[in-house]
DNA sequence: CACGAGACCTGTTCGC
DNA sequence: TGCGAACAGGTCTCGT
């Protein structure tokens, strides 16, 4: 699932509930269960196990890909990685096959954190920002300014889509939306980051903010068989449109290797300037 | 400092 | 049909 809009959704479902499930907000853990147990980053099992129960919901946030829940004594941190999620479901329904840990409610629900490739990580600490400190600006936060991004590009000499994806450097894209970004910025992804002129780095803010408010408008985008009615997926500029034509020139859609991965681009709307 | 490769995992899809 | 390779929304660590 999980790049900043996938996590926000859940976040959001989580704080105010859906149609079908309510919000934990002010519910107490009644106990919890670990099934996989390198999930557990932080605390040990056992003290993971004693610490939890008693302890109240306070509030939910976000921070780049991470999900916060602030309890009465602490924090709970979640990374979903590649193929985690959240999901609630009521206390006498059996868990997934894929379910790491689960959170038991007084209230007679259960979170489950699901995943399959067991990538996903917990932390519960005293002080969130033992986690999050090394995160870069929130690109949707205040503080992320063109002036900031342009800065941040000239002081590295990065190809741009890993400096995208780099989350010390801005947290919270990953290798769909920095496509998307890049793309609807005109720029290719691996244009050289100090090459980048003001007026480009000015594009490229408002590009960024907007694929991420779009894939959090439309609730995320659900890829493969992890459904939550996000329908970003459909509205892909570029990633995984290999070959398709580009919706803005028709030019067929490529994609190259950058690092185990690939980055897709439209050749024509994305030229790379020959002198880098 | 910047980049590539390998590790961590399981499931699905693709090609022969 | 069967089987292995390639691939998947991420990040860490190591070597060059």
């Given at each position: 699932m999980p790049?900043l809009?996938?996590v926000?959704?859940i976040?959001?479902a989580?704080?105010?509930g859906?149609?079908?499930?309510?919000?934990?907000l002010g519910w107490?853990?009644?106990s919890?269960a670990?099934l996989w147990?390198?999930?557990?980053?932080?605390?040990?099992?056992?003290?993971?196990r004693?610490?939890?129960?008693?302890?109240?919901?306070l509030?939910?946030?976000?921070?780049g890909?991470?999900?916060?829940?602030?309890l009465?004594?602490?924090?709970?941190?979640?990374?979903?990685?590649?193929?985690?999620?959240?999901?609630?479901?009521?206390?006498?329904?059996?868990?997934?096959s894929?379910?790491?840990?689960?959170?038991?409610f007084?209230?007679r629900?259960r979170?489950?954190f699901?995943d399959?490739?067991?990538?996903?990580r917990?932390?519960?600490v005293?002080?969130?920002?033992?986690?999050?400190?090394?995160?870069g600006?929130?690109p949707l936060g205040?503080s992320?300014?063109t002036?900031?991004?342009?800065e941040?590009l000239?002081?590295?000499?990065?190809q741009l889509?890993?400096l995208?994806?780099?989350?010390t450097f801005?947290?919270g894209?990953?290798?769909?939306?920095s496509?998307?970004a890049?793309?609807?910025?005109?720029l290719?992804?691996l244009?050289l980051s100090?090459h980048?002129?003001?007026h480009?780095?000015?594009?490229l803010?408002r590009a960024?903010?907007?694929?991420?408010q779009?894939?959090?408008?439309?609730?995320?985008?659900?890829?493969d068989?992890v459904y939550r009615?996000?329908?970003?997926?459909?509205?892909?500029?570029?990633?995984k449109?290999?070959?398709?034509p580009?919706r803005?020139?028709?030019t067929?859609?490529?994609?190259?290797?950058v690092?185990?991965?690939?980055?897709h681009?439209c050749?024509r709307?994305?030229?790379l300037?020959?002198e880098?």
């Amino acid at each position: 699932m999980p790049e900043l809009p996938e996590v926000e959704t859940i976040r959001r479902a989580l704080r105010d509930g859906t149609g079908e499930f309510p919000g934990i907000l002010g519910w107490e853990i009644e106990s919890v269960a670990l099934l996989w147990p390198r999930t557990l980053a932080k605390p040990t099992p056992t003290e993971f196990r004693a610490r939890l129960p008693g302890q109240q919901v306070l509030d939910i946030w976000r921070r780049g890909k991470f999900l916060i829940v602030t309890l009465t004594a602490g924090y709970l941190l979640f990374h979903l990685r590649m193929s985690g999620d959240l999901v609630l479901c009521r206390s006498q329904e059996t868990v997934s096959s894929y379910c790491r840990l689960w959170i038991e409610f007084r209230e007679r629900w259960r979170l489950c954190f699901n995943d399959t490739r067991k990538f996903g990580r917990v932390w519960l600490v005293t002080d969130a920002q033992e986690v999050l400190s090394t995160l870069g600006p929130e690109p949707l936060g205040e503080s992320f300014t063109t002036q900031k991004l342009y800065e941040g590009l000239q002081s590295h000499h990065r190809q741009l889509k890993s400096l995208l994806m780099d989350q010390t450097f801005l947290a919270g894209l990953g290798n769909i939306y920095s496509d998307e970004a890049l793309n609807l910025a005109h720029l290719h992804p691996l244009t050289l980051s100090h090459h980048v002129t003001l007026h480009q780095a000015e594009h490229l803010w408002r590009a960024i903010r907007s694929v991420l408010q779009e894939g959090i408008r439309r609730n995320g985008a659900s890829i493969d068989w992890v459904y939550r009615g996000g329908d970003f997926q459909n509205h892909l500029r570029v990633y995984k449109r290999y070959g398709l034509p580009c919706r803005e020139c028709g030019t067929p859609i490529q994609r190259i290797r950058v690092s185990q991965r690939y980055a897709h681009f439209c050749p024509r709307c994305q030229p790379l300037r020959s002198e880098t």
